[in-house]
């Protein structure tokens, strides 16, 4: 696994940056993981990659790879969906599995859906963010505090300090099961500018109560929305995947609240929630007992739907 780095000094992924970095590691990060598994490439039975959502320069790196590597070895090529990838990420090494149907809220730096799972390789769509994924929601607050990129797992850890009742944001009302992040980071970026004026050793002296309140708001949505999932649908099984899926709030909270409920609760270990080879080991797993190969001339796509 190579790190992330890169992107801290600029307090963002830089997408120029990213896939660089992609082709400067994308060999010795392979080689190793061949090493660590303890299998030759000759025993492979095929080769999957990302062809979607994500940075294309990034994407392309892969999918180039893959492609010559299923070429060389003359075995199968199968592309995977990024977001199902996070949910089917609940199938790596569990003794206890979700049943179908269940609603995965998918929670990470670029999107915020509500999913109903009725097999691995049928999904849809129920709720999804309008604006901010939850993930960048966690991001910018954490750079209005002065913490660096990524932020979400510094406000996790400053929170765990702070009062999460300290300072009250607005709960946006968005119809049915969709989300909306964006008025809360601005109300966030006024409330400490409105402060700073007052005091200038306000973030300093704040610092974790803004975090433990803004984690507190951010996860008080992503619950009454994946609520409001569950009584509409009557699906119980309920699981949280992708990077923000991480956090101590969130997870939390979906404990609680599914004790109170009755609901059979999934939780994936840390590292199957931020981005990881295995999840899309586990899809291309799915998709090989289908049969579902692509050919050469396949082409990733940043924008791709689950
Ligand atoms: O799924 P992921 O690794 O990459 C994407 O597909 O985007 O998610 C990364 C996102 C980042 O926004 C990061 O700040 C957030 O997940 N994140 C967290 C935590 N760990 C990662 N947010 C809040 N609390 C955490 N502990
Ligand atoms: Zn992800």
Known sequence: MAGQKVHEAYGGVVPELASRAHQQHIVPVVHEALKVAGVTKEQLSAIAFTNGPGLLGSLLVGVSFAKSMALGLG????????????????????????????????????????????????????????????GEA???????????????????????????????????????????????KTAFLYLVRDELAKDDQFIEKNRDHLAASIQRSIVAILMSKIKRAARGTGIDQIAIAGGVAANSGLRNAINETGEKLGWDVFIPEFQYCTDNAAMIAMTAHFKYLNHEFVGQDIFPSARMKL
């Open 75 to 134: 075995i199968p090529l199968i592309d995977v969906n990024h977001m199902q990838a996070h949910v089917l990420a609940h199938f790596i090494d569990q003794d206890r599995v979700p049943e179908f149907p269940f609603l995965c809220l998918t929670v990470s730096g670029g999107h915020t859906q509500i999913v109903r799972v009725d097999a691995p390789m049928d999904m849809t769509v129920i709720g999804e963010t309008i604006d901010d994924a939850a």
């Open 138 to 184: 966690f991001d910018k607050a954490a750079k209005i505090i002065g913490l660096p990129y990524p932020g979400g797992p510094l406000v996790d850890k400053l929170a765990a300090q702070g009062d999460p009742t300290r300072f009250e944001f607005p709960i946006p009302r968005i119809q049915g099961t969709n989300f909306s992040f964006s008025g809360l």
